[in-house]
């Protein structure tokens, strides 16, 4: 396969804005000068870590260690090749590859190709809508109160009833049989190949970036045989349990509302129903329990890092809602933002609810939502007769548990008397049981704990036989903090500073070993003003300083602006220049005493001492 020109690879690089491409898994805000954090994408934290330096086109998570530009964060997250990373970034860009030896552009494969047939499918499926067959698909959006307006928005499409219209449609496009077959647009049978979906409105499922990875499709008619929703099966890019329906519409709004609000609801509809009735922060699984995966995708686009946000789950009002709600319930302290129920009146579901009482009414689910823990406690007190002592204590017994599972110290107390009001009890009675609870579930849990805490152990010390350097564990000295902010000043502005002064900054050993692995990687960087520099410098650093090299890249220097951060890296650099020639000076006084003074090596040594005297005198004045 012909390689792309390495020049092309740095232009893409340079013209990409690294902060755009991570801010579409990620929600970003500013962390210093020239600095960006959140939520790491590639481990699971509560607290941002992960910090995103736009000017130098670097990303470095100070929980996990993972680092890197703009190139391996894509194939990190969607597990894409080097190439296809390239390429994609350009076709972002409008930006036109060339590849070695004057080769064509080469056939993209793999994932890409994947992308590349979902996005067509959807288009085919767009198109199908409008055709005369496709009268059941627009009277059903039409009977929920979905215009072709609406339809637009989302994407929805129309896939016919025969047996390989989207087949010979995409393989005219170029697609094999076999692509198809991978992306799951294709089924195969006793008889060959044949379209998966087949007389069913269609929605495309998108990624968080917008790219379409999926389907989920509604049947139609009577005579369809198969289930009344039929989803894209598992595949190379569409794993449901991570996947989030309309996120990709939904996450500007959500990272941009005060407060941060992502409204959870169970079908597509629904999602549609709530945007257009103005909650345009609802989303939706796809065919799977709400689940961990789904938390993780969410807390990095809400940016959680505090308790201001808000996850509200809609459910239906039945038994299969309730029991819904409370499996979300079980995962509700992965969340930083605080946990809503809100159930439309009569069991409506969102999209019900705006065709019987209009968009005021799905707004309004907002008004009358309620706290988790509330919904879960009135949930296993609905069990019990509470007219009776009997009743009172066993509905006490099941409740106090989920009252012990608020670690929060003030929301504690305020459910444990929330408990006692609903069952007419004693708030020290109940407190009691709930601190009851409490023990019992630690001391469940603590055998678990330790085998945990023995795997993580364990997991620390094996592997590489060595752990990674990092600023944490450096001494902490006066020469340390020179050699750090020294770096972390070249590293982030070096692109602005005099070259020479750098070169002669960098010029000889540092006394800190994991700094001086650092120094010696920045200051063989050819070319301090190219972009890109720093990220290669990086990767050049040896094992096990390079997460240490990442981490000086990342902090935040220690300066209100731009300006003033070059003033404080120029003169950081001096004060290294400075130090060096403090050092040689001692050197040479006790050799001068070792030396004749008529000689001419002791000539030569007063001699030097005095050019020292004099560039010490130029730093110090400049």
Known sequence: MPRIRQADVDEVKARTNIADIVGERVALKSAGVGSLKGLCPFHDEKSPSFHVRPQVGYYHCFGCGESGDVYSFLREMDHVSFTEAVERLAGRIGYTLHYEDGGAAPETSGRSRLYAANTAAAEFFRSQLLTPDAEAGRRFLGERGFD????????????????????????????????????????????????????RLVWPIRDVSGQTIGFGARKLF?????????????????????????????????????????????????????????????????????????????????????A??????????????????????????????????????????PCDLRLQRGDAAVRSLMDSKQPMFEFAIDRKLGGFDLSTVEGRVGALRAAAPIVAEIRDRLLRPGYERVLARRLGMDPTEVHGEVERAARSGSSSSRSEGNRHEAVSIESVQGGSGFAPVTLASLPRNPD???????????????????????????????????????????????????????????????EPYRSLAGELLMTPFPARDEEGAVVSATDLARRLILRGLEHEKQELL??????????????????RLRDIDVERQRFTES
Not at 488 to 508: E, I, N, P, T, W
Request: glycine fraction near 12%; charge should be negative; aromatic fraction near 8%.
């Open 148 to 199: 072709a307006g609406a339809a637009a928005h989302f994407g929805v499409g129309f896939a016919p009833r025969g047996w390989d219209g989207m087949l010979k449609a995409l393989s005219a496009q170029g697609f094999t049989r076999e692509e198809l077959l991978t992306a799951g647009l294709v089924s195969q049978g006793q008889r060959g190949v044949y379209d998966r979906f087949r007389g």
């Open 222 to 306: 009577d005579d369809d045989q198969g289930p009344k929703y039929l989803n894209t099966p598992e595949t190379p890019i569409y794993k449901k349990a991570q996947v989030l329906y309309g996120l990709d519409l939904a996450k500007r709004d959500i990272s941009r509302g005060d407060p941060r609000r992502v409204v959870v609801v169970e079908g597509y509809t629904d999602v549609m129903a709530c945007h257009l009735a103005g909650l345009t922060t609802a989303i939706a699984t796809c065919g799977t329990a709400f689940g961990t995966d789904h938390i993780k995708v969410l807390r990095r686009v809400m940016g959680d890092d505090n």
């Open 308 to 349: 201001s946000g808000e996850v509200v789950f809609t459910f239906d009002g039945d038994e299969a809602g309730q029991k819904a709600a409370l499996r979300a319930f079980t995962e509700d302290d992965r969340f930083n933002a605080q946990t809503f129920v809100a159930v439309a009146p009569d069991g409506l579901d």
């Open 480 to 542: 340390v903090g020179v050699e750090r902010d020294a770096l972390m000043g070249v590293m982030q502005y070096g692109h602005r500073l005099d070259q020479s002064l750098v070169a002669r900054a960098l010029g000889a050993p540092f006394r800190t070993p994991g700094l001086d692995a650092v120094r010696e990687a920045v200051a063989a960087a050819p070319d301090r003003t190219r972009a890109g520099w720093v990220t290669e410098a990086v990767n050049a650093v040896r």
């Open 590 to 607: 006790g050799a001068v005493q070792r030396v004749p003074a008529d000689s001419d090596g002791g000539r030569a040594l007063r001699m």
